[in-house]
Each structure stands twice: as C-alpha cells, then as structure tokens.
C-alpha cells in the first residue's frame, strides 16, 4: 500500500473523500499522518474520528517560511509517505520543500488551470463570465499552481450562481476526481518525468485527463 501524508488548513472535505474511498476499499493507500497549519480545524476531527494520527503545525509560532517548511518536512518525513497530498492547504511551500517532494506530491485547485491561479477562483470564474469552471488536480512543482495537470473536471456555470453555489459544484467534483488521482498515483499509473505529468507512461494533455 501507499503511504500517504495529507496536509490540510480548514474542513478537510477532501481528505474526507480520501478516507472514504479507503474505507471503501477502492483506494490502496494507507493515510498514514495528517497534518494541519491550524489548529481547531474540522478536518483535524475527521483524521481523529477515522482514527488516523493528526498533528497541527501553526505556522504562526515560525519566525519564517523556511523555518515553518523545514519543521514541515521534517514532521512528514517520519511517517516515510510514498506521496505527499495537499487537500485545501492554503500556503505557498518555498522551493526547498517543493523539490523535495518533487513527482510525488499532489494538490487540488479549485480552478480550470491555468486560469485562475491563487485565491477566489469562484470569483473571478463569475465577474469573467465564464459559462465553465472547475478543478484540476496536478504535480506540486516550484510556479505556484502550476505543476503539470493530472486530471481536470469541468463543471457549467448557472445563471443566478454566486461564489457559494458554484463553489459547492466544484466541490461535488472535487471529491470524485482527487480520490481517483490518488488512486492512479498509488497503482504506479500516474507518474511526472521531466516536468510532465503522465498517465500509464502516455504524456496527458496539458489540461490532465479530463
Ligand atoms: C477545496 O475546495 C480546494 O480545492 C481548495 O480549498 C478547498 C479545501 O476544502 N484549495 C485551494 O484553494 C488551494 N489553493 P476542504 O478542506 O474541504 O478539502
């Protein structure tokens, strides 16, 4: 099985669906530790409810990025994790850390990359106009959202969405495409080399699997 370190910030919805799946027997992973920047967050209490060892490690009490990101590594190191998971984690890794885990660390972003890098990507998909929006789940690399796509799912624009109701569309989304990244990660079938993201040794397109 794949060792697995989810790092999360908030409700931790994904790495619920991870848990889920694992539980479900469709995912061959085991979650091995998860591990928060902020305390008190609801996904703390899904790793305790499913009984998987959580930490949290504010990133507040470092004098600096690169003391907070060496602590990180470090604490991830000892649970050995085959790939690395980022599910809602919401701080930018220096490239020291990034390269460490270079190929075997994943992150969702709630956009159609590389449109709407960064933050209130529901937003801006709506003051753009865009009849489309989405996610995409990709490699960790230096650029910030930027890694090669692994897989992408597209979802329509409503009239009459706000930032919430098209939010929790991506969501529903979110949940069934990171699971199955995971899944193709932890059977050998997604891998990066030089820079790209491939699926059964066959370069994905530059949107991922869609
Ligand atoms: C997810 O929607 C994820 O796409 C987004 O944060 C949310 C976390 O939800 N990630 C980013 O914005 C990364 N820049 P969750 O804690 O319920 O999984």
Not at 110 to 119: A, E
């Amino acid at each position: 099985t794949t060792r697995v370190v989810v790092l999360i910030s908030g409700s931790g919805s994904n790495l619920q669906a991870l848990i889920d799946g694992q539980k479900a027997g469709s995912l061959p992973v085991e979650i091995a530790c998860v591990i928060s920047n902020r305390p008190g967050v609801r996904g703390l209490e899904r790793a305790a409810e499913a009984g998987i060892e959580a930490l949290t490690l504010d990133h507040k009490s470092f004098a600096s990025r690169e003391d907070f990101d060496t602590e990180l590594a470090q604490q991830i190191d000892q649970y050995r994790p085959d790939l690395v998971v980022l599910a809602g984690f919401m701080r930018i890794l220096t490239p020291e850390f990034t390269q460490r885990y270079q190929g075997r660390m994943l992150n969702i972003h709630p956009s159609l990359l590389p449109k709407y890098q960064g933050l209130h990507t529901h937003q801006r998909a709506l003051d753009a106009g865009d009849s489309e929006h989405g996610v995409t789940v990709h490699f960790v690399t230096d650029e910030l959202d930027g890694g090669p796509a692994a897989i992408q799912a597209v979802v329509p624009v409503i009239p009459g969405d706000d930032a919430a109701s098209l939010a929790a569309r991506v969501q529903q989304q979110e949940h069934v495409i990171y699971p199955l990244a995971v899944q193709w990660f932890a059977e050998g079938r997604l891998t990066m080399t030089d820079n790209k993201a491939l699926l059964d040794s066959e370069p994905l397109p530059a949107c991922g699997y869609q």
